[in-house]
């Protein structure tokens, strides 16, 4: 069986992968912003992986999206993840919709809290 068939030990897999990683969002902030104070264009971004697990005509297995970006921008035609530059404002005011609106209506329940570097 495909592991993108399997839902159980795909997430299973996914959240022992990301609990390796280190939580060092504010130390890669600063590292951006100290960059940035000398010259480097160095910017601020994130992107999302939207992975969910469909099943259709007999078959199961997980999907994610991906976008192929606008011809008028940097690398213009690439294949990638949806995201984009950090925009502090815009970001905390979606954020908030996300939290009271879309994740409520879509059966999400919130865990945690990452706060934003700039939230200090």
Known sequence: MNLFQNKVALSRLIVEKLAALPVDFKEKDA?????????????????????????FNGRSEYVFQLIKRSESISQG????????????????????????????????????????ADAD
């Open 31 to 55: 590292e951006i912003d100290a960059s940035r104070k000398q010259g480097s264009a160095h910017l601020k971004a994130a992107v999302v992986l939207p992975l969910y697990f469909k099943e």
């Open 77 to 116: 035609g690439d294949i990638s993840c949806p995201g984009g530059m950090l925009q502090p404002r815009q970001d905390n005011m979606l954020s908030s919709f996300l939290k009271r609106q879309m994740l409520p209506a879509l059966g999400f329940r919130i865990t945690g809290h990452i706060q934003h």
